[in-house]
């Protein structure tokens, strides 16, 4: 228990590293703009005297938005970062990070040039051990406050063009719930209920599939830092033809309370945990942002959604027709366009028809509003762990289509998709920056893949795996068993030998009796049998 305690303790101070550092929060960074750290190895701003990076002008897309949102320099998130900063780090070769430090995705060591491709697996694939330090895992990066990381409370105009900074300190999972709610919220356009609602710098547009793929390399890449153990993978939830939810267990997920159906069971950790930047009728109403304080216990209720909008869970069948379709996306590259292979995989086409505003949610949208809880909510669903086992699968999809259809980058749209979505638009909130086309690649180019898209040998080694480090943790006790028992055989056995001797041997034993009657041919054969003999 200790040796638990004193690992979680040190691990407070490993510094985490993501966009809005402190060093980028003070009003100098944001009065001149300016987020170049120093490279802790040199002492250089983005690592400039090792050639690691260089502090340089940031350059934003000019090519025009779709009509969704008609609005331009209201919102802090138009032509992001340019807001905040319009000078940031660019990293040279495999180096990554808001001041260089950190290596590229599938990069490794100290220069960044060591290349290892790392597998997420199917949670149910896990030895036991490896749910326990999943859990764990989760549990410390909600436990422990990032160092090096605030999110924003306030606007730009708010904090006064940057003279008065509105931040505040989160915990490590806690920096990708804010990340998760920020991209999403609704704009604020000024006054309480001055909002505008059909915005989303990360969903109901083709940037969907990329922006999550980044958002779940980021959380790994923190959770590996974090903790030091660098072989760490998120594991994903197979939820295809799923009765209702597997992974709802006090071992894994949490399951459900016995006193209240909508919250997790006392014999879960997560039971503990609460949920902030989930009220997005309140910030609207109050015409605010979330000010990252805890709102409550995480909420789930599986399987008692409104039947309205979700029937069941995504099926097999269901699965391969949204992978058939061949266009990334069509037509106004929103919730309503038809046999979109992207708004398909989001939910908003039918998984049937490939029919866009559909009235009924499925696939990736299905799950969440199946889980009937924190999950149901778009801005607040990354307070459930669920979260990223589900997104894990969908990307997972997203991974099949790519290497299935094999799309030309052209496939993915220059102009006109909704705001944040052009393929040159860097993603928000993310520094350093990422633009979205750059994430229209397979994963195997960023360093990971799927265990279930292994092929069959790969798969069956893969599946056998968990049991068979088991088996490497119980094997020396089994030896000693195995030898005890030899031993015991053995000790049992000689007992049983001189027990007969000293049988056979005693003088106390009665003598052999003979027969009454000799009959001739027991004489002879007595002389035979002797003669034989001698």
């Not at 987020?35 to 690691?52: H, L």
């Not at 366009?337 to 995989?345: E, I, K, P, Q, V």
């Not at 509003?369 to 149901?376: E, I, K, V």
């Amino acid at each position: 228990m200790w040796p638990l305690i004193i690992f979680s303790f040190m691990l407070y101070f490993v510094p985490c590293y993501q966009q809005f550092p402190r060093l980028c929060a003070t009003q100098e960074a944001l009065r001149t703009k300016v987020c170049c750290p120093p490279w802790e190895g040199d002492g250089s701003a983005c690592g400039a005297s090792s050639g690691r990076g260089f502090c340089q002008d940031v350059e934003v897309s000019d090519r025009s938005d779709g009509p969704q949102y008609p609005f331009s320099g209201l919102d802090d998130r138009e032509k992001w970062p340019l807001v905040f900063y319009n000078r940031t780090c660019q990293c040279a070769g495999n180096f990554m990070g808001f001041n260089c430090a950190d290596c590229k995705f599938g990069y490794f060591g100290v220069n960044c040039d060591q290349r290892r491709e790392s597998l997420r697996r199917n949670i149910f694939h896990l030895s036991r051990a490896e749910r326990i330090r999943l859990v764990s895992y989760l549990n410390l990066a909600k436990q422990t406050v990032s160092r090096d990381y605030v999110v924003v409370t306030g606007t730009y105009m708010e904090m006064e063009n940057g003279s008065a900074p509105m931040f505040a300190d989160v915990s490590v999972y806690d920096v990708f719930v804010w990340m998760h709610y920020y991209v999403s919220r609704n704009a604020l356009l000024g006054g309480p209920g001055n909002v505008w609602t059909d915005v989303d710098f990360a969903h109901w547009a083709p940037a969907f599939l990329p922006w999550h793929r980044v958002y779940l390399l980021h959380w790994e890449h923190e959770i590996r830092k974090l903790t030091g153990d660098r072989s760490f993978t998120i594991p994903y939830w197979d939820w295809r033809d799923a009765q209702g939810c597997d992974v709802c267990t006090d071992e894994l997920m949490g399951g459900r309370s016995t006193q209240d159906p909508s919250l997790l069971s006392p014999g879960s950790v997560f039971s503990s945990w609460r949920v902030l930047c989930s009220r997005a009728e309140d910030y609207n109403n109050r015409g605010v942002l979330c000010d990252a304080r805890e709102e409550g216990p995480l909420r789930r209720n599986p399987g008692n959604q409104d039947r309205n909008m979700v029937e069941r869970l995504p099926t097999s069948a269901e699965v391969e027709f949204t992978l058939s379709l061949t266009n990334y996306d069509t037509g106004a590259m929103d919730r309503n366009a038809n046999m979109s292979f992207r708004n398909t995989l989001e939910g908003f086409g039918d998984p049937q028809t490939g029919l866009g505003n559909s009235s009924r949610m499925g696939m990736h949208a299905a799950l969440h509003l199946f889980m009937n809880g924190s999950m149901s909510s778009v801005q607040g669903s990354a307070n459930d762990p669920i979260f990223l086992l589900h997104h894990a699968f969908v990307d997972s999809i997203y991974e099949q289509w790519l290497r299935r259809h094999r799309p030309s980058p052209s496939q993915y749209p220059d102009s006109n998709a909704p705001i944040g979505h052009n393929s040159e638009y860097h993603m928000v909130p993310f520094l350093p920056l990422h633009r979205n086309r750059e994430y229209f690649i397979s994963s195997k180019d960023l360093g990971y893949e799927y265990s279930y898209l292994l092929d069959a040998n790969q798969r069956l080694s893969e599946s056998m795996r968990p049991y068979l480090e088991e088996l490497q943790d119980v094997w020396p006790w089994l030896l000693l068993a195995g030898l005890c028992g030899g031993i015991v055989a053995v000790a049992v056995a000689a007992a049983v030998v001189t027990a007969k001797r000293r049988y056979r041997g005693s003088s106390w034993l009665p003598a052999k009796r003979q027969p009454l009657i000799w009959s001739n041919d027991t004489v002879e054969s007595s002389h035979r049998n002797y003669q034989t003999t001698m």
